[in-house]
């Protein structure tokens, strides 16, 4: 295990130096920016966010790079928080493809499948935080869904009490 968590650490190492080089980090994190735009692509195929626009070629806009994007018809108060957050799932994928994966092609001694395995895990790890872009989105969706969770938590602790 302790193998493993260190061939971890050094691919996200990597991607992290590379992402001063804009376009090593567009190459070499490619797998992480497609599966943190599937994320998004997939939830809102599920909330009906309505998808419209499945881009993953970097852009240039002013002095900035923009590395993929999915455009949505359909972002409501409801939706847009949880297809914004979407790429939050790719750590409970990374952990299941560290335990599931990376731990037993170790310890069966399949180094090169192990390497490849713990790079495609920090990819999704390195790739799941929302960008700026996803936070803007997510805005009054995430403040409703906040505020929905404490009047939810508040009954549910009044009527456990007695109290309503």
């Known amino acids: 295990m302790i193998a493993s968590c260190l061939i971890l650490t050094a691919w996200l190492g990597i991607l992290l130096l590379a992402q001063r080089k804009t ?6 994190g ?5 599966l943190h735009e599937l994320m998004h692509l997939l939830v809102g195929l599920i909330l009906l966010a309505r998808p419209v626009a499945l881009n993953l070629w970097p852009q240039r806009q002013g002095h900035e790079w923009h590395f993929g994007s999915v455009s949505f018809t359909g972002l409501n108060l409801v939706n847009a928080a949880p297809v ?3 790429p939050l799932l790719l750590l409970y994928a990374a952990w299941l493809f560290f335990h599931h994966t990376l731990l037993p ?3 069966s001694e399949q180094y090169g499948l192990w390497a490849l395995s713990a790079y495609l895990s920090a990819c999704a ?7 700026s872009t996803d936070l803007k989105v997510a805005g ?3 403040l409703f869904w906040l505020t929905l969770c404490g009047i939810s938590a ?3 602790l009044h009527f456990q009490r007695g109290l309503l």
């Open 140 to 142: 009054w969706s995430t």
């Open 105 to 107: 092609l170790y310890q």
């Open 125 to 131: 790890i390195f790739y799941s935080p929302p960008s």
């Open 154 to 156: 508040w009954l549910y």
């Open 23 to 28: 376009f090593s980090i567009a190459l070499l």
């Open 84 to 86: 914004a957050y979407a």
């Open 30 to 34: 490619f797998p992480g920016l497609l």
